[in-house]
């Protein structure tokens, strides 16, 4: 069964056009390597170490991720020609076989009593990750991704993630508007933007609204989350890559040419300044 997909979270544009997005994304476990050689892009993905095995554990045994498509083998990084259907059938016997061996290992590893940290591990092949991507730069992963000779489930990603995005109107913010992942509306005219920021880096930490356990947690759990992220040691600061202001031109240099007033603290952002980096500065 193909799951992969992409939702818009977040969708902003700076007054000089420069388009922040935030993509909520569901894809095969096994493209991570490959997804993370895309260094523009700030993520967070579920982690094996948070989620409970049995929630794994029924993941891989109803709906398991699969080739999507079953292509011979042959030399180079493509697959070649489709595989019959009674190779397939063969195939796909094998693969399902393989991810319910691995849920009876895991299982029995937990009934060990050994952390979901280790028992989890061995049924990463066969799900899909769960992670949230904010970018201001996207062409050349869609350059690469999504092409005939990129592998067909990230090809299918890149897919996903373009029609998010032709389907999706970002919102203007001027300098001092924040670029606020998974903080709604609501909450925005209740909450100190201090506090929605502290909200959202949790969230995005989390990759959802939802707990690691399916709950809606109430707003003070989000703040102890933060502190735990960002308030104690060692810092886990990537959930705050997520938050984002429009960046000003400055004045114009003894050259005449204008700069970003506050460049430093872009991180891998263009024209936004980032939240981990107004973090960083103030606790260093």
């Known amino acids: 069964m193909k799951k992969t997909s992409a939702e818009i979270i977040s ?4 007054p000089l056009g420069i388009r922040l997005t935030t993509v909520k994304v569901v894809f095969p476990r096994m493209l991570l390597p490959e997804f993370n050689t895309h260094r523009v892009f700030s993520r967070n ?14 993941e891989v045994r109803t709906s398991p991720y699969e080739p999507y498509v079953w292509l011979r083998n042959k030399s180079g990084m493509q697959g070649g020609e489709p595989m019959s259907p009674e190779e397939i059938l063969v195939a796909r016997k094998a693969w399902q076989v393989g991810a319910l061996s691995a849920a009876d290992t895991a299982e029995r590893l937990a009934k060990s009593g050994v952390h979901k940290q280790w028992a989890n ?5 066969y799900l899909y990750a769960h992670g949230v991507v904010t970018a201001t730069e996207w062409d050349n ?4 991704r999504d092409h005939k000779d990129a592998q067909p489930e990230i090809e299918a990603l890149a897919k996903a993630i373009k029609g998010a995005f032709e389907g999706s109107v970002p919102e203007t913010l001027r300098p001092g508007e924040w670029h606020l992942p998974f903080v709604t509306d609501y909450e925005k005219e209740w909450l100190d933007l201090e506090t929605q920021r502290k909200v959202s880096v949790a969230r995005c930490a989390r990759t959802s609204y939802l707990t690691h356990e399916g709950k809606m947690p109430l707003v003070h759990k989000d703040l102890q989350l933060y502190h735990d992220l960002v308030g104690a040691r060692p810092l886990h600061a990537s959930p705050a890559e997520h938050q984002a202001t ?14 970003w007033a506050q460049p430093e603290l872009h991180g891998n952002l263009v024209g936004f300044v980032q939240n981990r980096k107004i973090i960083e500065r103030e606790i260093a």
Not at 11 to 14: E, G, P, T
Not at 45 to 58: M, T
Not at 249 to 255: E, K, L, M, Q, T
Request: glycine letters at 4%; proline letters at 10%.
């Open 246 to 259: 429009p960046d000003v031109w400055s004045d114009p240099d003894y050259a005449g040419e204008f700069r």
């Open 11 to 14: 969708d902003s544009i700076s």
């Open 45 to 58: 993905f579920r982690s094996s170490r948070a989620v409970p095995v049995v929630r794994l554990l029924e």
């Open 121 to 125: 591990r061995g049924l990463e092949p």
């Open 141 to 144: 992963f869609f350059e690469l």
